[in-house]
């Protein structure tokens, strides 16, 4: 059945992956903000629960794997992100106030 957007299931179910983990990101740098990296979810039941560092990376390894996927599944090109990755890199410095010079 066409859609206004004509997109494909599979084009729909991976840009809702990308969706969701972005989300899961943007809500452990809240508690990062909020709580520290080392701070962690004082309600868990885990002998060793993951701190937010840890859960940093695991979220946003999950976002790596959403663009995986939209780069087998052709949605986009790894190159152009790259790309923008290093125009980004150049562009963002002189906005900063906190990093260190490149070497
Ligand atoms: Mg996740």
Not at 6 to 23: I, K, S, V, Y
Not at 39 to 48: E, K
Not at 77 to 102: A, F, G, N
Request: proline share 6%; hydrophobic share 35%; with cysteine.
């Amino acid at each position: 059945m066409w859609h206004f957007n004509e997109l494909t299931p599979a084009e729909d179910e991976r840009l809702a992956l990308l969706l969701e983990e972005c989300g899961e990101v943007i809500q452990v740098i809240g508690k990062i903000q909020r709580h520290g990296y080392l701070s962690h979810d004082p309600t868990s039941q885990a002998q060793y629960p993951p701190n937010n560092r840890d859960l940093l990376a695991k979220e946003l390894g999950d976002v790596l794997a959403a663009i995986t996927m939209m780069e087998a599944g052709r949605d986009i090109v790894s190159s152009e992100i790259l790309t923008r990755r290093d125009v980004k890199l150049k562009k963002v410095r002189k906005y900063l106030h906190h990093q260190p010079e490149p070497k």
